[in-house]
T-cell receptor
Framework: DSGVTQTPKHLITATGQRVTLRCSPR?????VYWYQQSLDQGLQFLIQ???????AKGNILERFSAQQFPDLHSELNLSSLELGDSALYFC????????????FGSGTRLTVV | AQTVTQSQPEMSVQEAETVTLSCTYD???????LFWYKQPPSRQMILVIR??????QNATENRFSVNFQKAAKSFSLKISDSQLGDAAMYFC???????????????FGKGTLLTVNP
């Protein structure tokens, strides 16, 4: 157990639907990062939150959004899902603003059918 | 923008032997962090080893060590006495030391799939 909890572990949904992925960071970590892992694109950075505020944005589609709540857990919302959104979505957390010690969750496997 | 390249999509090694995984990166920065992560079939991303660019000494963690060549922008991972449990996808990653914007993110290579043969 890395200390970073992601739910659900698996998700199967239809095209056009909306899903929410949840992440609880390791105790004491203020930063949360979301990554998408697909076979053709590898690990792509989506977005980072630090203590409730968005800090950095990567290759995140407009159909995707995220937020970090006061208790520091984060949610990644994916809407109008397409087949190409099928991927493994990772959450990682780190302590402090420097954030060099990333701890990853076990990921959510999203399958869009 | 920083890029990370792993030129070996797949590697194999005999149990108890040594294997080296290659990684090169491109950056204009002088200080940064480099990492190797392991992803076994369980999909969990596990930090193997970390190197700070301003430290000249190569990092070592038990059977894992790196060869960090800053001028060549090379960061290879050596696994000694390979074990069956070392079989996994290995990712090299870069993180800027500069605060702000997308510099907080880790940039990953495409990965090297390591097979350990008994």
């Amino acid at each position: 157990d890395s200390g970073v909890t992601q739910t659900p572990k698996h998700l199967i949904t239809a095209t056009g639907q909306r899903v929410t992925l949840r992440c609880s960071p390791r105790s004491g970590d203020l930063s949360v990062y979301w990554y998408q892992q697909s076979l053709d694109q590898g690990l792509q950075f989506l977005i980072q939150y630090y203590n409730g505020e968005e800090r950095a944005k990567g290759n995140i589609l407009e159909r995707f959004s995220a937020q970090q709540f006061p208790d520091l857990h984060s949610e990644l919302n994916l809407s109008s899902l397409e087949l190409g959104d099928s991927a493994l979505y990772f959450c990682a957390s780190s302590g402090g603003d420097r954030g060099y010690g990333y701890t990853f969750g076990s990921g959510t496997r999203l399958t869009v059918v | 923008a920083q890029t990370v390249t792993q030129s070996q999509p797949e590697m194999s090694v005999q149990e108890a032997e040594t294997v080296t995984l290659s990684c090169t990166y491109d950056t204009s920065e002088s200080d940064y962090y480099l990492f190797w992560y392991k992803q076994p079939p369980s999909r969990q991303m596990i930090l193997v080893i970390r190197q700070e660019a301003y430290k000249q000494q190569n990092a070592t963690e038990n059977r894992f060590s790196v060869n960090f060549q800053k001028a060549a922008k090379s960061f290879s991972l050596k696994i000694s006495d390979s074990q069956l449990g070392d079989a996994a996808m290995y990712f090299c990653a870069y993180r800027s030391l500069i605060s702000g914007g997308s510099n907080y993110k880790l940039t990953f290579g495409k990965g090297t799939l390591l097979t350990v043969n008994p």
